[in-house]
């Protein structure tokens, strides 16, 4: 049996308990339905996978009071007991990471190779935030002159989670388990071209221990179970991945109530690769960043700019390894590009096409969409573009890239810094002082130098400019999860200005 036919066959165990049914919200530890309903379909072949609860403002205001109501004692819980359920949902993840990359890589289109991984990832972001959690509210002593000055960490309250449609359990997991070790308490509003291991992940949390009310999920739309989520009184903070645009809604929603917003948003990241790098490397990395994922990912490199003395071999190297690059069934191991995650994104991601020949630039892979129900595209490589078009300004968000000419550093760092965006930025340079100096003037959160994106959690994650607001990673997440409060103790007897005698 080839390795995509026993996939599809462990696929479709997995999906009965998905078929002909509504997929339920989970809040305060109860399956709960919907008056409206939404279907999820499958990018593969555009067939329903099954209904989904379409939740409402009752809906989230019903999370939002169980959550509210579990959050003392989850937060009054000893961070040793946080760290070992935690741990047991890490474990539990790891037990059915095989049917999470499965389901994940159906509802999604993201090829089977990249999810497993994924999947995995998953456990590693529960894993290393439960060990954190007895230290999280650990502060620091700042002594003055007088005072001694001690500083300590208490979780906000309840937060609301808002992920996007790539890689939906991975993000889920990088926004919940930091929230959950900090002892908040948490609403998510999955999003609703992806909601599938939502549901996988908060089962998997309540069967390894979780309390009931601790986390909730409910699901439905941006405009109305979203929005009532940034709106909710009783949720404190709002972390939230997805694009630019709905960041500015969500702080628009949110200020009434002064949520403190967390924003992991879009990005059009450049790859610069030096006449004096490593040429095979940089080809491998580059290829990597913006074609795997199909695209649909924050820190791709939808742009890679390329020094004068090696543009036109670089360039040749890419076309020739785009026209390699295999399309096809996600679950197959083989495929290296899935189907993409809905029609309408399909016709934006080919929309470029027509707007980068009224541009001028040229289109060296021509990816047009495929003629199955799939939602598949071939992937795409656009040459010789200039700053201004916007192939090289807006976020496509699919396997398409941007290639560039430059002369110098200074020529490089301007076409770099000329987006609206600042999440990542790739360096390639055999010189460590170009490297440096070259990162230093980056407007962007993360600068990877000779490497793709690889990820060490204790490090920050998150952008500049309209890529984001906040990190995440290490502390940074708990700083976002917590309130941090300053005693100052008095040392001895210090002047007091006195008045009124
Ligand atoms: P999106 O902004 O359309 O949707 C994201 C989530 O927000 C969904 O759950 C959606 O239902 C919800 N939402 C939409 N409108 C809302 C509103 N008014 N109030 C509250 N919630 C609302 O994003 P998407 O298309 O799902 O995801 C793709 C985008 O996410 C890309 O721009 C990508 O770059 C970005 N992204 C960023 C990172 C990062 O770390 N910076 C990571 C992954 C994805």
Known sequence: MSELQSNLDRLSGHLKQFEGKVLPHRINGEDVTSKNTMQSRSPVDDSVICDVAEGSAADIDAAAKAAHAAFPEWRDMPGKQRKKVLHAVADAIVARADEIALVESWDTGQAIRFMSKAA??????????????????????????????????????????????????????????????????????PAEWSPLTARLLIEIAEEAGLPKGVWNMVNGLGEEAGKALT??????????????????????????????????LGGKNPVVVFDDANFDRALDAAIFMIYSLNGERCTSSSRVLIQAGIYDRFVAALEDRVHKLRVGHPLDPATEIGPLIHPRHLAKVTSYLDIAKEDGARIAVRGEAGDSDGYFVNPTLYAD????????QEEIFGPVLTAMKFEDEAEALEIAN????????????????????FSEGLDAGMIWVNS???????????????????????DWSFDFYMETKNIAIALGEHKITKLGV
């Open 452 to 474: 793709e994106n690889v990820r060490h959690l204790p490090t920050p994650f998150g952008g500049t400019k309209a890529s984001g607001i906040g990190r995440d990673g290490g």
């Open 231 to 264: 709106e909710h009184p009783m949720i404190k903070a709002v972390a939230f991945v997805g694009e630019s645009s709905t960041g500015s809604a969500i702080m628009r929603q949110g200020s009434e109530t002064l949520k403190r917003v967390h924003f992991e």
């Open 418 to 437: 000329s987006v609206a965006y600042g999440l990542a930025g790739y360096v390639w340079t055999n010189d460590v002082t170009r490297a440096l100096n």
């Open 385 to 392: 573009a200039t700053q201004t078009m916007r192939i090289a």
């Open 120 to 189: 995995l990832r998953g456990a590693a972001n529960f894993r290393y935030f439960a060990d954190q959690a007895e230290a999280a509210r650990d502060g620091q002593t700042l002594p003055s002159p007088d005072h001694m000055n001690i500083t300590t960490r208490t979780p906000i309250g309840p937060v609301g989670v808002i992920t996007p449609w790539n890689t939906p359990f991975m993000l889920s997991t990088w926004k919940i388990a930091p929230a959950l070790a900090a002892g908040c308490t948490v609403v998510h509003k």
